[in-house]
């Protein structure tokens, strides 16, 4: 990873520039000339080599919709020649981005592929996984641009420090690690209720967001402890079952505590990411009383509900701690799919389960609009055009969706009505009635600016801090 500041862009391009979408039906105003010669003259290479990921595309692709040669594209990211004006104009038409997004100038953080642990790898193209890793830098640059303005909770993670994990602040087993974890966060030994929300609560980015469109199944999830904060990108396919998708945020826990050196992949660490996620959401002390002597899939199905984890992996447990044989293991695998086919045993989607949506981008960002920051501010300090800057957020913009995405289907989870979103302490009537659904009232003072924030908020050391207690 590396941390890129250069030249400030000297002219900016026209605010024409940054169209909610490219739809055929909006006008589109001209840019003007100077403005690309601008971009030219600041170029960043890395920047276009990420806009092309995050565009899906391949360097022959880019070249063809300009007509130049794989070549100049290859020289122009590697920085040994520079676009001309008019490639510039060019890149901004065919990667869907602003013609400022490849001047340089802002904060970068450079990730590696390696840096990644995705869970599907063999699955995962390489070009789409290019895009997962160009989506998690775009995601850290949002989180610097709110962190500027709110206080998000402080990292909570043993061992990490600044893009780094050490391997010597929790056990090297699965199991004891994921034990220590529980003790940390003063967990207990019960049934975690809301996963994700603890995880945010410890400082953790997560995020629910179809970025690569219907090829984002492809990703299915992936996480990286090498940047600033943890990073942790759940994918819209698991949400449609909310057991397994608490499953797989505990497996990408796993994977920033056990495994600073990732090794994508590779199967070893999977394993024990499966493991330290078994043990997190079902701690096998507590657990193996409550299992049933004979394989009973009803009585998996009320611990099912009980521990918030799918009947596969109580079946799984029940077979790691000796109650079952290795056939009634593969017998109730074979009944319970049966049953599935009756439309029996059926997934319960995320939506149902606000605690388990990601939520802290979207109210840090609330919160600093309800102070003055709009959305269009932070599409333009980001250089990304406005649906891009809402499908990062988790969040629709306008009801049109991110070019990246074409439009593909978005989780309706990630819309959850303004009454479920968690509360903290509200300290006064005002806040009350925020929380049931008035908007927030900034007021010019200081000293009354705590009371109009709204519930979830507070004024601490000149910055907004977000709350996440829900």
């Known amino acids: 990873m590396r941390y890129r500041r250069s030249r400030k862009l000297a002219a900016v391009t026209s605010s024409s520039e940054h169209t909610m979408d490219n739809r055929p039906d909006q006008q589109v105003m001209p840019v003007d000339p100077a403005s690309y010669a601008a971009v030219a003259a600041a170029f960043d290479p890395a920047r276009l080599t990420q806009a092309r990921r995050l565009a899906g595309m391949t360097k022959k692709a880019v070249a063809d919709a300009l007509g130049v040669s794989p070549v100049a594209v290859g020289q122009w990211e590697a920085g040994t020649h520079p676009p001309r004006p008019d490639h510039v104009g060019g890149l901004s038409d065919s990667l869907r981005v ?10 970068y953080a450079r990730l590696e592929s390696s840096a990644a642990h995705f869970r599907s790898l063999r699955k995962t193209p390489a070009i789409q996984r290019a895009m997962a890793i160009a989506f998690t830098e775009q ?36 199991g004891a690690a994921a034990q220590e974890l529980r003790r940390r966060w003063s967990l207990g030994t019960d049934r975690i209720p809301k996963l994700v929300r603890t995880m945010e609560r ?22 990286t402890s090498h940047l600033p904060r943890p990073v942790v990108v759940l994918t819209p396919d698991r949400a449609d079952d909310v057991y397994r998708h608490r499953f797989t945020a505990a497996h990408e826990l796993g994977h920033l505590l056990l495994h600073p050196d990732a090794a994508p992949g590779d199967l070893q660490q999977e394993r024990e990411a499966d493991a330290f996620a078994a043990e997190l959401l079902t701690p096998a002390a507590v657990i193996t009383p409550l299992l ?23 079946i799984y447990r029940c077979r790691e701690v000796g109650v079952i044989s290795e056939p009634a293991y593969r017998r109730a695998f074979q009944r319970l799919n049966q049953l599935r086919q009756l439309n029996l045993f059926g997934p319960e989607p995320v939506s149902g389960y606000p605690g388990e949506v990601p939520m802290l981008l979207r109210r840090a960002f609330e919160l600093a609009e309800a102070n003055g920051l709009s959305p269009r501010d932070l599409a333009d300090e980001l250089k990304i055009k406005l649906p891009r800057c809402g499908c990062c957020l988790g969040r629709k913009t306008q009801g049109r969706s991110c070019g990246w995405c074409n439009r593909a289907r978005r989780v309706t989870a990630t819309s959850a009505p303004a009454r479920l979103l968690p509360t903290a302490v509200l300290k006064s009537a005002r806040l009350r009635r925020q929380a049931c659904g008035e ?11 705590e009371e109009s924030l709204g519930p979830g908020h507070e004024l601490t050391s000149g910055k907004l801090l977000v709350i996440q207690n829900g």
């Open 202 to 223: 410890h400082g953790i980015v997560v995020t629910l967001t179809p970025f690569a469109g219907p090829a984002t199944k492809n990703v299915d999830a992936f996480s």
């Open 292 to 314: 049933p002597a004979r394989m009973d899939l009803h009585a998996l199905d009320r611990l099912s509900k009980e521990w918030g984890v799918a009947v596969e992996s109580l």
């Open 98 to 107: 602003p013609s400022a997004f490849f001047a340089a100038g802002r904060p």
């Open 439 to 449: 908007p927030p009232r900034i007021s010019a003072a200081r000293g009354a600016a």
């Open 139 to 174: 995601v850290w640059e949002l989180v610097y641009a709110l962190e500027k303005r709110v206080q998000l909770p402080p990292i909570d993670l043993p061992g990490f420090s600044a893009g780094e994990v050490s391997k010597d602040e929790m056990p090297s087993t699965p």
